[in-house]
Structure formats: structure tokens, C-alpha cells
């Protein structure tokens, strides 16, 4: 663990910067970062064992997730419509990803995880959107590379072109990622026109004017 924050499920449960999380005893992690998945995916406030290697010894935790994140909201909230974009890197994963975005033309952050299916859900909505308003997605994720490969291998559906790694969830800090999916649109500017955060197709993408209706399959 590069660190451990203040009053957070990981700090109760004892553990400590430096500590390597091998995973649920019997059923060990085999993958680099497979804890951020396994959190997410777990239940709230239900204590779980985990097995860590510290230094040359290993040793039983328990752990109970909270609503994540636990605290980095209040610290750093959504940017309100209208704002200034908080600048941010990002790591191309694939695709061009602009070096700022105030850059004279429109995006639309598309905060996401391979394991999110309204992510997976608002995919078809997402290009729709991309194409018609002739807006660049850009999809922000916290995950490593070796979990986006795994990923493109097997999703053989549509998926925006320009793929952004997060790795050190600077980005997801600064627009106040509180879940996925989270959308972000920027102008040419540089500055928010919406934010929303989840994802139904009756709810849409939460920007101001635009409305998409799913097309009928084929033949229907």
C-alpha cells in the first residue's frame, strides 16, 4: 500500500503503508490492483478477511468497506456548472487524449471500470452522443494497463476510441468522482456545462438539451 487515509476502512482494519494485500484467504489476488475491484464489488459495512504480506511475515486483517470514497468528496466536491475544469494529466491509454482541455474544443469525461455495468449500459448512448454532437469522450479510469488489456480482449462491443488511465485517481480526486459512471462536459473553454453521476437509459447522460432514444433492433 503507497498509503493509508485517516479514519478509512484500511486505517481501522490496521493496515499499514507498505503492506502487500495478497487477498481473501484461499482465493488470492492474480491480478496487480485486484483490491480496488474486490472493494467496490464488496458489501458495505460486512467485515471480510484478507490476507497481507508484511515485510517477510503474513498475517490475517479484517476489513468492512464503506460507501466509497469515504471522505474525498467533502474535501473535493464536483466543480459546480460553469466553473473552470480542474486541469488534470492523464495517460493515454489509447487514442489521443489532448494534454489540457481547454484546447477550443468540446469533451466529455467518461469516468468508468471494466466492472460497471451502467458504464457498460450508457455505452451506446455515450457513442451516440459523441458522434451526433461531434463531442470527444475521453474514459477516465483508475485502472492499470494490464487490466485494460485484459478487458479490449474479451469486450467485443462499440467503445469510445480515446482511453485514459487515472492511475494515481488525481483526476477522479479533482472532479469529485463519487461513483461510475460519471460524466463531465466541458467546452472549448475549458469550463463544466454538466456533471451527473450514474447512469439509467431514462435518465441519460444529464446534459442540458440533449435526449436520445435507443434505436429498435433491427427487423423489430
Not at 472493494?39 to 468497506?65: E, H, N, W, Y
Not at 471494466?114 to 449500459?121: D, F, I, L, N, V
Not at 458522434?131 to 467485443?156: N, S
Not at 442540458?208 to 433491427?218: F, I, R
Amino acid at each position: 500500500m503507497e498509503s493509508v487515509y485517516p479514519d478509512s476502512p484500511a486505517e481501522t482494519a490496521g493496515l499499514q503503508v507498505g503492506d502487500v494485500i495478497l487477498g481473501p484467504p484461499g482465493a488470492p489476488f492474480k491480478e496487480n490492483q485486484q483490491i480496488r475491484e474486490w472493494t467496490m464489488l464488496s458489501k458495505i459495512d460486512a467485515p471480510a478477511p484478507l490476507v497481507v504480506l508484511r515485510g517477510d511475515r503474513q498475517m490475517r486483517v479484517t476489513l468492512a468497506p464503506k460507501p466509497y470514497p469515504l471522505q474525498w468528496t467533502t474535501v473535493a466536491g464536483p466543480p459546480k456548472v460553469d466553473a473552470p475544469a480542474p486541469a488534470v494529466t492523464l495517460t493515454a491509454y489509447r487514442g489521443s487524449v489532448p494534454p489540457q482541455l481547454a484546447d477550443g474544443t468540446s469533451h466529455l469525461l467518461f469516468f468508468w471500470a471494466t466492472y460497471c455495468g451502467p458504464c457498460k449500459a450508457s455505452l451506446p448512448e455515450v457513442l451516440a452522443f459523441e458522434r451526433e454532437r461531434h463531442t470527444q469522450v475521453i474514459a477516465v479510469t483508475d485502472e492499470l494497463r494490464d487490466q485494460l488489456d485484459t478487458f479490449f480482449k474479451k469486450f467485443e462491443k462499440p467503445f469510445p476510441e480515446t482511453v485514459a488511465m487515472d492511475e494515481y485517481r488525481k483526476a477522479f480526486l479533482a472532479y469529485g468522482v463519487s461513483g461510475t459512471p460519471t460524466f463531465v462536459l466541458l467546452d472549448g473553454a475549458g469550463r463544466v456545462r454538466s456533471y451527473a453521476t450514474g447512469y439509467t437509459p431514462e435518465k441519460g447522460l444529464g446534459v442540458a438539451g440533449w435526449s436520445w432514444t435507443k434505436p429498435a433492433p433491427a427487423g423489430g
